[in-house]
């Protein structure tokens, strides 16, 4: 059965692959972007492109209009769109957090609810409905120097399992995707999105919070890679309530399951630079 993809944030990495992966299984896709332009390399393949900003509410509407009027369903949603706020917690803004969690945590629920007629109507014609949302497998085990990130994940897994009860009764199942390190611009974008004022205490370890930003792609696998077996997994009649893939994506929590706490901060604080550090005794 063919049915109707909607993916954010598809001008590069996962978002992209994933609306590649799921054209290529034979469905009708939706590639979304806040900037349209970044989406040419996709519409040259034959996927349907749509402007939406995720943290603009006439933006979603347009583009959940759109789809209502073309196809009048949506079989699967997949929040995709994010981005990494790299910095110490105490060396960001009000304005850094906000938007951290605007993008990560608000606007996900943001593009659900503008679409709950479409997934609706998608169980009416098909019997049911999957909603993905792409969180991160250091929403599971925060790191250092990227707390609004790791924060904004842990926070949409939460409402995922909550959406998940909450949305069952209507047929639309919930799945929460949790990459570890997949290979995609993410690093250079949060580097360019990097916190570190004059006077932080963190300057002695700049170079360790500037490879914060791009630790996800140390060793990181291709997209492509990634996101085949998530595909077939949300097209399946019973897709799984938490997909894991990449790298990292088994190790990470099994640290987090199985070291005290004080062990793992301390590993990471060696990682990181921190026990470089020393404040006044």
């Not at 799984?240 to 790298?247: E, L, S």
């Amino acid at each position: 059965m063919q049915k109707v993809v909607l993916i954010t944030g598809c001008s590069s990495g996962i978002g992209a692959a994933m609306a590649q992966e799921f054209q290529r299984s034979g469905h009708i896709v939706y590639a979304s972007a806040r900037r349209v332009q970044t989406l040419e390399a996709l519409a040259a393949q034959g996927i349907r492109t749509l402007a939406l900003d995720v943290n603009d509410d006439a933006s979603i509407a347009a583009a959940m209009a759109q789809v209502q009027s073309e196809q009048g369903r949506i079989d699967v949603l997949v929040n995709n769109a994010g981005f990494s706020q790299v910095g110490a917690v105490v060396d960001l803004s009000r304005d850094d957090l906000r938007q951290q969690y605007e993008t990560n945590v608000i606007a996900p629920v943001a593009v659900t609810r503008a679409a709950l007629a479409l997934l609706r109507a998608a169980v009416a014609a098909n019997g049911q409905a999957v909603l993905a949302n792409v969180g991160s497998i250091v929403g599971v085990m925060t790191t250092p120097f990227a707390g609004a990130y790791c924060s904004s994940k842990a926070a949409l897994h939460s409402l995922s399992d909550a959406l998940r009860m909450e949305l069952a009764p209507f047929g639309i199942r919930v799945v929460t995707i949790q990459p570890g390190g997949v290979r995609s611009s993410f690093g250079n974008h949060a580097e360019a999105a990097l916190r570190l004022p004059e006077g932080s205490l963190y300057l002695p370890v700049e170079k360790s919070v500037h490879a914060r930003a791009q630790a996800g792609q140390r060793g990181a696998v291709a997209a492509e890679v990634f996101v085949a077996p998530v595909v077939q997994a949300l097209l399946s009649n019973a897709p799984p309530i938490v997909i894991r893939g990449g790298t990292s994506s088994v190790r990470l929590p099994l640290l987090k399951k199985l070291l005290p706490t004080a062990t793992l901060d301390a590993k990471l604080s060696r990682m990181f630079g921190l026990d470089r550090l020393s404040g006044p005794r």
